[in-house]
């Protein structure tokens, strides 16, 4: 059965599931009634960090235009442009045991496209959520709904997969921004044109 966590909540994938390799990360949401005009595309991205909280390099941000990480242990599934239907819209894929040594978070983001031109924002998404299987037996995890804490945000931060010891725990973070995929990559070194 899997945890439900709280917003700050951490808990730990491997101490439970020894051998743990390979988890997917599926997010999700649904798109309130108000019409703006356009179709909601969500997008979900894994920033792969250091110890400093920011990425080595453009490289080290998988998202719909970046699908596979160079060491090959985060891919992305592909772009969903509806988030139509149930379960996950967007699934990441992370292979524990090929993440690089120097890698110590991995953050989970969604952000919506061409948000300021399309009057988008969060508060306009329901039933948001992350949550991670065993890619092996199918087996849920742990789940995090994001509620309805957001109004204006074009970006939120779902949550982090991270390093300590030994160990990968997933830490839910659920923090909103204003300024769209931009500001993540600003937030987290990504250099963009």
């Known amino acids: 059965m899997p945890v439900n966590l709280q917003k700050g909540q951490k808990v730990s994938l491997t101490k439970g599931n020894p051998g743990l390799k390979k988890v997917v990360v599926g997010l999700g949401w649904d798109v309130n009634a108000f019409d703006t005009g356009g179709d909601f595309d969500l997008d979900a991205a894994a920033f792969l960090l250091t110890d ?29 442009l509806t988030g139509a239907g149930d379960g996950d819209d967007e699934q990441i894929k992370v292979d524990l045991s090929m993440v690089p040594g120097d890698i110590s978070k991995i953050a989970f983001t969604a952000t919506i496209y061409e948000a300021e031109s399309r009057r988008q924002n969060f508060g306009q998404v329901n039933n948001a959520f992350i949550r991670i299987y065993n890619e092996e037996t199918g087996e849920e995890m742990l789940r995090y709904d994001l509620g309805e804490d957001f109004s204006i945000e074009t970006a939120v931060v779902f949550g982090e997969l991270y390093k300590n010891g030994n160990e990968w725990k997933f830490n839910a973070i659920g923090s909103g921004y204003q300024g769209g995929l931009a500001a993540l990559c600003a937030n987290y070194g990504v250099e963009v044109e």
């Open 52 to 80: 400093s909280g920011r990425v080595k390099g453009s490289e080290d941000f998988v998202f719909y235009g970046n699908l596979k990480h160079a060491s090959g242990s985060v891919q992305h599934m592909g772009d969903n």
